[in-house]
Structures are given as C-alpha cells and as structure tokens.
C-alpha cells in the first residue's frame, strides 16, 4: 500500500478568450476578487487557430493567459470551472455586445510537469472529475521542452504560448518544498 501525499504546489491557469478589452477587464477584476491579483499575465495573443468560436463569440479573438500564487488545490478544478462558467453567464447577461457569448473563461493548472486544462466536454483523453466536468493534461514538460500530445488543441503548440507556460513553470518550481 502506497502512502498519501499531498499534491505539489500548483500555479492556478486561467485563458481569457474575448475581443473585446472591457470583458478581459471585467475578467481580470472578478478573477482577482477571488484569487488575488495576477502573479503572471501574458501579452494578448491572437486566436486563429480555429473558426470554432466565431459563431457565438464573433472574430478577431484574443486569448490572455493569468496566473494566480493563490487560489485553489488541483482538486478543486471542476468547481473552479463551474465558478467560471457561472461568471461567463453573468457578463453576458449584461447585453454590451451583441455576441451570445462575448467572454470565454478557461481554467486549469501548472506544475512542473504539466498543464492541466479543465472541459465540459468528454473524450477519449479526458478523465471525469465529477459534476459534469472532466480535466485533460495539455501539455507535458519533458527534456527541457513543452511537449503537445495527438489532442492538443492547436494553438496551445504554439512556442509564443510555451514561453508564457515556461515562466509560469518557473514560477511553480520556486513555490515547492524541496
């Protein structure tokens, strides 16, 4: 029988998808309401790998990256997620834009082995983390590198992603106890 431990230090994730400034700003004030101010925030990347989105959250997308040294235990992700959700609701509630869905809120976590993303959606690489949300590791670091596997969404291959994700990494590894 294997002894418990608990979990290494994690660095809490969330992507911004929107195109709108207020939103990420509206965004960015709600996450630091409940997890404090960001520790990292990347530059707004452009968000074209995929029209799938355009339908509901229109063109022109950009995808901020924040992480939080506060928030929550790697175990809490599926109620980080419903949080999001439910703050994803709200700002569309407000009717600014014309889009259904003019804010996008993505979380997950960063150890120094992986990114882990939260979903809604199940598939085959997906584990069930209870209440309707499921958890897939994104990417892996290994020999030096951030590695993609077959189901990786596009953009998150990206080397200007990978630079934010390595800083973020870094950050971790000087959160653990060694």
């Known amino acids: 029988m294997g002894d418990t431990r608990p979990h290494p230090p994690i660095l809490p994730l969330v992507a911004v998808i929107t195109r709108y400034a207020e939103a990420l700003d509206w965004a960015k004030a ?86 882990v993303l939260a979903s809604t959606k199940d598939h085959a690489h997906r584990i069930y983390l209870g209440d309707g949300m499921y958890a897939e590791i994104t990417l892996m670091y290994r020999h030096g590198n951030w590695q993609s596997h077959e189901f990786t969404f596009p953009d998150y291959r990206r080397p200007d992603y990978h630079e934010f994700f390595t800083l973020c990494r870094n950050r971790v590894k000087s959160l653990r106890i060694l």
């Open 30 to 115: 709600k996450l630091a309401e409940a997890y404090g101010p960001p520790a990292l925030v990347s530059p707004t990347f452009s968000f074209a790998e995929t029209s799938y989105y355009d339908a509901t959250m229109g063109p022109g997308l950009g995808k901020t990256f924040l992480a939080f040294d506060a928030g929550f235990d790697a175990g809490e992700l599926a109620a980080v997620k419903h949080r999001t959700n439910a703050w994803e609701a709200e700002y569309a509630a407000f009717g600014r834009h014309p889009e259904p869905r003019p804010l996008n809120l993505d979380p997950g976590y960063i150890t120094a082995a992986k990114l």
